[in-house]
């Protein structure tokens, strides 16, 4: 019988922990996502048909919304950029430096350099750095950018590139790490050949009303030319993964927290069975079929409280240190498993709402599985128990 009761408050403390742990780490690539990832990418632009001609007095006005904080010039393009004989796919963003402190969190992210080098007309350039790796390439170095845009010449179309300083290396631990890299404004229209702004990114308050304060803004604008694009349609896929895994597993993980309660009436069973002959005793001392069966269920839900609760002691300890775990492992062998995704390192936050969520509905599935065997036991003939004693 003990070891039926370690068994079962066993299997009830792995797969609580288990559960919480997943969940933690669901939540750390939720809270990566909102604070590290779309900090650094824009949660709305509007884009003109025309141009901004005076994009302060713009980026000024947008900012007179109660929801929005800040508004900056924003400019994009492709390429590819060389180095020593390597080429990679990049996006390059022009940044009006002053302003995009404002509305970005990449100036805190710099390992090298910051944004206040990207001064107009220096061609220099700020890269994350794992595209620096890829490079080999340090602060001071030059690097060709290669345009899809082909110039004629007699010898046929050539592309169009132009050269760059490595001005600062930043490492935000995202995508943003691989493939972007930050110029300044103006040198960023020179070469897609405007004159003036044609985009601006804002930043709001709350980043999931970002859709609705961009058409209160573009509706604001007494402007036929706008519209707005926001962080949901142009990266909405990787939240909605998020929370669809996060509510997948915690139903999958909690059938394994099912099949542990199984162990705690497998484990009730057997008690009834062999305490038949004092449950007959208190039956003919006048115990009810009512209390017979509320000892049984506060024994499965005392078992169950145990169980349940190391796990969540046990999944909060580890929760707590999985990140610098990994990041040993990952140092260590190299094994690169993170690279694919759009967190390179794994994220933990652990949150009071699911550990009562976990532990209420865990403890909710005990209570469950305690009836059977409680109403069994309250069932017991007691006479047919006393005969042979």
């Known amino acids: 019988m003990s070891f039926m009761t370690f068994v079962s408050i066993a299997g009830l403390v792995l797969g609580v922990a288990v559960l919480v742990i997943v969940m933690s780490v669901m939540n750390g690539f939720d809270r990566e996502l909102k604070e590290r990832v779309l900090g650094v990418l824009p949660q709305g632009i509007i884009f003109t048909e025309g141009e901004f001609r005076n994009w302060r007095g713009v980026a000024k006005r947008i900012a007179t919304h109660p929801e929005v904080l800040a508004a900056a010039p924003f400019s994009e393009?492709?390429?590819?950029?060389?180095?020593?004989?390597?080429?990679?796919?990049?996006?390059?963003?022009?940044?009006?430096?002053?302003?995009?402190?404002?509305?970005s969190i990449i100036g805190n992210y710099f390992l090298t350099g910051n944004l206040s080098l990207l001064q107009p007309g220096s061609f220099q350039l700020a890269m994350g750095s794992v595209l620096a790796k890829k490079l080999s390439v340090t602060v001071g170095e030059k690097v060709t950018l290669v345009l899809p845009d082909a110039q004629l010449s007699l010898a046929g179309p050539i592309p169009r590139s132009k050269r760059f300083e490595v001005s600062g290396i930043f490492e935000v631990g995202s995508d943003a790490d691989k493939n972007q890299i930050l110029i300044n404004l103006l040198d960023a229209l020179a070469l897609k050949r405007q004159s003036h702004v044609n985009a601006i990114r804002i930043d709001t308050a709350d980043l999931f009303q970002a859709p609705r304060v961009l058409r209160e803004v573009v509706a604001s604008m007494d402007r036929n030319d706008l519209f707005g694009v926001s962080w949901m349609r142009r990266h909405g896929n990787l939240y909605d993964a998020i929370q669809m895994q996060k509510s997948t597993l915690f139903l999958l993980l909690l059938m394994l927290i099912a099949v542990a309660a199984f162990n705690v009436v497998s484990n009730l069973v057997m008690v009834v069975n062999e305490k038949k002959p004092d449950i007959a005793i208190l039956r003919t001392m006048g115990a009810g079929t009512g209390?017979?069966?509320?000892?049984?269920?506060?024994?499965?839900?005392?078992?169950?409280a145990i169980g349940i609760s190391l796990g969540l002691l046990l999944g909060v300890v580890i929760a707590n240190y999985i990140t610098a775990v990994y990041m040993s492992i990952e140092a260590f062998f190299k094994l690169g498993l993170m690279d694919e995704y759009f967190i390179h390192y794994l994220p933990a936050e652990i949150l009071l709402s699911d550990l009562l969520l976990i532990g209420s509905v865990s403890l909710a599935i005990c209570l469950v599985v305690t009836i059977y065997p409680a109403t069994l036991a309250a069932r017991s003939d007691p006479i047919e128990a006393l005969q042979y004693e």
């Open 77 to 103: 393009g492709g390429g590819l950029l060389v180095a020593g004989g390597t080429i990679a796919g990049v996006s390059f963003f022009g940044i009006e430096p002053e302003a995009e402190a404002k509305v």
């Open 291 to 304: 209390e017979i069966r509320s000892i049984f269920v506060m024994h499965g839900l005392l078992i169950g």
